[in-house]
Nanobody, 115 residues
Framework: QVQLVESGGGLVQAGGSLRLSCAAS????????MGWYRQTPGNQRELVAMILRGGLTNYDESVKGRFTISRDNTKNTVYLQMNSLKPEDTAVYYC?????????WGQGTQVTVSS
């Protein structure tokens, strides 16, 4: 069993930056992928960014050029650097770890961007 703990969320003005962290209780080096998702009330959870075991990354079009996902296998942590934040980025952000066949989710961290 792996536990994921997100941190770094908060309230920021539009145009500002935040860095989210997701610390895993176990090794992430063998994980197929790790990703950040976000969810707003009444909507489905959606992919924001993903990083594969080999380092390849994938981003939702709405965050390309503004967000950067990275992982530090030595710290068992994945990060999401969020720059040029917009009010529409407001959501609860969740970390996901894919260690097939197991999938793990964090508890979420709130990001609120004021206009």
């Amino acid at each position: 069993q792996v536990q994921l703990v997100e941190s770094g969320g908060g309230l920021v003005q539009a145009g500002g930056s935040l860095r989210l962290s997701c610390a895993a209780s176990g090794s992430i080096s063998s994980a197929i992928a790790m990703g950040w998702y976000r969810q707003t009330p009444g909507n489905q959870r959606e992919l924001v960014a993903m990083i594969l075991r080999g380092g390849l990354t994938n981003y939702d079009e709405s965050v390309k050029g503004r967000f950067t996902i990275s992982r530090d296998n030595t710290k068992n942590t994945v990060y999401l650097q969020m720059n040029s934040l917009k009010p529409e980025d407001t959501a609860v952000y969740y970390c996901k770890l894919n260690k097939s066949p197991m999938i793990y989710w964090g508890q979420g961290t709130q990001v609120t961007v004021s206009s």
